[in-house]
């Protein structure tokens, strides 16, 4: 007896290639539906099984013989009677139980198949998933490594390394986790929040920060994004009386750029300042860096940002290195604080391999990130800030 299984999309579709390879003879013993395996198995349909038995020839021609000789003995013992003898009936009982014998064997022969599959895999699913567990185990010390030389707070890494482990099931390839860790991640960053413009009048940005990070050439990279790229009305104001190269800087990238500049000493020039350029789209205001012991100063900026009130739209960027310690970003990140809500603008990303910080802040902070540079060149070395890239650099990627 030959015994096998034939798929197709319809149960008629799967009968027809077991008729094709066997011929017509096959009976149909069982039919179930199966799921296609594979990444994209939910993108096609459903297929369907049918297991089909066969007597083979000896079989055949066996049990034709065993009715063509009970026929023959029934047709010479009552060949004028028009009436069934009794041989008749004892050759269709007989043909009967040949009948059920063979297909309770073929249902017997499926059972046994199916049992034994259904066992093949069985002892394979422990093995398979003890596997996956290895794998997922190497790929969680790899990740808690890659975060660590990352410099990613170990309170961070931890919170990350939980949310996986309350998600993660016996057996789950580590490719899953990695793809949950990734979302993770860009959920965590958010998307950037660049520059907006004021519904009505000019909207007052404020660049707020340490001395050193490189505010004043930030300011004029995306000075120049506006004013040469979006064509925008652009104004330069400075605050940073302390520092007279800085304000020489701003003076030269404002003539480079063609846009007004001018150096603010007080609460009433800046005021002044505000409605003089009315027209504009964007007055930029540099401010001078200081300490986070530094009180005088700290609160000429709050006055500086607090007199645009009733004026103009305003929005405040704090700009910080990449490169400065966890701890002193911190300290710097809450000093700013008490001065007012703000963004965060992250420079110098081209001096360090380690970008952990942008996560760290960026949590510690709750504040959302719009720009990065990466280097000294005017205007090219910014962009916006880029989640995926920078999740992708956190978990290993190249940069």
């Not at 297929?47 to 034709?64: K, M, R, Y």
């Not at 003995?73 to 003898?85: M, Y």
């Amino acid at each position: 007896m030959i015994i096998k299984k034939f798929q197709g999309k319809t149960e008629a579709e799967a009968t027809e290639n077991a008729r094709k390879e066997l011929g017509t003879g096959v009976v149909v013993m069982n039919a179930r539906n199966i799921k296609r395996k594979g990444l994209f198995s939910f993108f096609r349909p459903q297929l369907v099984e049918v297991t089909v038995a066969l007597e083979e020839d000896n079989q055949a021609a066996a049990q034709a013989a065993l009715r063509t000789a009970a026929k023959k003995i029934s047709g010479e013992s009552g060949a004028a009677q028009t009436g069934k003898s009794g041989d008749d009936r004892k050759v269709e009982e007989l043909e009967e139980k040949l009948d059920h014998l063979q297909t309770l064997l073929m249902q017997m022969q499926i059972q046994k198949e199916e049992t034994a599959e259904e066992k093949r895999t069985e002892e394979k699913q422990p093995e398979e998933n003890e596997e996956k567990d290895e794998a997922m185990a190497r790929f969680l010390k790899l990740l808690y490594r890659t975060m660590t030389d990352n410099e990613v707070d170990e309170k961070y890494i931890n919170q990350i390394m939980e949310e996986i482990e309350r998600v993660h099931k016996p057996g789950m390839p580590f490719d899953y986790a990695l793809e949950n860790s990734y979302q993770k991640l860009i959920l965590k960053f958010g998307m950037p929040v660049g520059i907006t413009p004021a519904s009505k009048g000019p909207k007052v940005v404020f660049f707020i920060g340490p001395t050193g990070v490189g505010k004043t050439t930030t300011i004029a990279k995306i000075a120049s994004k506006f004013s040469v790229e979006d064509k925008k009305k652009v104004a330069l104001l400075t605050g940073d009386t302390y520092r007279i190269a800085a304000a020489e800087q701003l003076r030269t990238y404002a003539g480079i750029l063609e846009v007004p500049f001018r150096v603010v000493y007080t609460v009433e020039e800046v005021e002044n300042a505000i409605r003089d350029f009315q027209d504009y789209d964007y007055i930029f205001v540099d401010t001078a860096g200081h300490s986070h012991q530094n009180r005088e100063l700290k609160e000429t900026i709050s006055a500086f940002i607090e007199c645009v009130e009733g004026l103009a739209e305003k929005e405040i960027f704090l700009v910080v290195s990449a490169t400065t310690k966890y701890r002193d970003l911190i300290n710097i990140a809450d000093s700013y604080k008490e001065i007012a809500d703000y963004k965060l603008v992250f420079t110098k990303l081209d001096e360090t391999i380690a970008l952990g910080n942008l996560l760290n802040l960026k949590l510690h902070t709750g504040a959302a990130l719009s720009y990065v540079t990466c280097g000294q060149n005017v205007p090219d070395d910014i962009e916006e800030f880029n989640p995926q890239k920078t999740v992708k650099q956190l978990l290993g990627g190249k940069r």
